[in-house]
């Protein structure tokens, strides 16, 4: 039997030329409270004898939402309980105080629709919000939808989809357990 020789496998330097790093962490496709999916890539070379640093930027890779009620519904409506459905057939309920609630991550590029039910403030009559179309979502970005009443009493209900994307500071990991 032949093997190769030892000096095949005594070689701890990398060979020089073009690479890509890429880090993951998460299911993009996977939609829930805790099921947020980061990703990044960075091409680098590597140099004969020479150290190499090279940053990595992670990014959000699916979307985030959050729902609450401006003031002007919290004054026509109590008890309200509001579900997003993603097109995927994911729903998630958000009642009318969960302002404060974790963001809920969905799948980027999907429709978002909406449902609800409320109680009229000044009689208690129960109201029902029909599902509908809100929008569609984006990878990194978290979609805080607002939903409110007008001020003068017409029975609308308003609809706010913010898509600001917040950033965050880097955070240094080593990858390599040998330095």
Not at 19 to 30: H, K, L, N, W
Not at 52 to 63: C, E, V
Not at 143 to 150: L, P
């Amino acid at each position: 039997m032949e093997y190769p020789a030892f000096s095949d496998y005594n070689t701890p330097f990398m060979d020089s030329g073009a690479y890509t790093a890429t880090i993951s962490y998460g299911d993009p496709e996977a939609e829930g409270p805790s099921k947020f999916c980061y990703a990044g890539t960075v091409d680098f070379e590597v140099i004969a004898r020479k150290t190499t640093h090279t940053t990595i930027t992670a990014g959000l890779s699916n979307a985030a939402i959050s729902l609450s009620c401006g003031e002007w519904f919290n004054k026509y409506y109590t008890d309200a309980n509001f579900v997003i459905r993603t097109e995927s057939g994911n729903s998630f309920s958000f009642p009318q105080n969960s302002s404060a609630s974790a963001p809920i991550f969905v799948k980027p590029a999907t429709r978002l629709f909406l449902k609800g039910t409320a109680g009229k403030a000044q009689n208690g009559v129960k109201v029902e919000f029909p599902e509908y179309e809100i929008g569609k979502t984006a990878a990194r970005s978290w979609h805080k939808i607002v939903i409110d009443a007008s001020q003068v009493g017409e029975k609308i209900m308003l609809i706010l989809l913010d898509d600001t994307l917040t950033e965050v500071a880097p955070v240094e990991v080593e990858l390599n357990p040998e330095a």
